[in-house]
């Protein structure tokens, strides 16, 4: 199972997405774009995952999950990583209470380590990503979305659970959620 840990950002916040983003594909029409209904903000990605080791990864979450309390975030802006010239991935910008959501990711990947899952070595950015160049050295189109982006304001989501992630067919269906309720 290929799995991820991850926080969702409500329907208020797809809803504002599934409006503004057809303007902005149309800029970059060979980009793989995300699907409104996979829009989340990726907490620790696991990777190949076996399905026995499941259970210890669920354990995990519901151990962190209770020690933090639900959290609003914004949704506006956005950038891209890469050359600005020749962007490979376009994402929308996190704002609100972005510190209790770095230290809610901080301790997802230390309850994780202890099962072998390495964190990244650099700091936690929250991103919503959103497009994806197809080729390996970026997409100049991406550059003309990041402009239409900066206007953008998708509103407020309340985060409030952890969810375990298998990304399967292109799809992502969830295997385990657990509350925020400290």
Known sequence: MRLFVAVTLGQGVESQASAALPRIKALAPHARWVPTTNLHLTLNFLGQVEAERLPAVKEVLTRVGPAHAPLVLTIQGGGSFGSPAHPRVLWAGVGGNTKALGALQADVAEGLKPLGFEPEHREYAA????????????????????RALQGEKWGEARVDRLVLFESLGGKYHPRAEVPLSK
């Open 127 to 146: 991103h919503l990503t959103l497009a994806r160049a197809k080729v390996p050295r970026g997409d100049r189109q991406l550059s003309e979305c990041v």
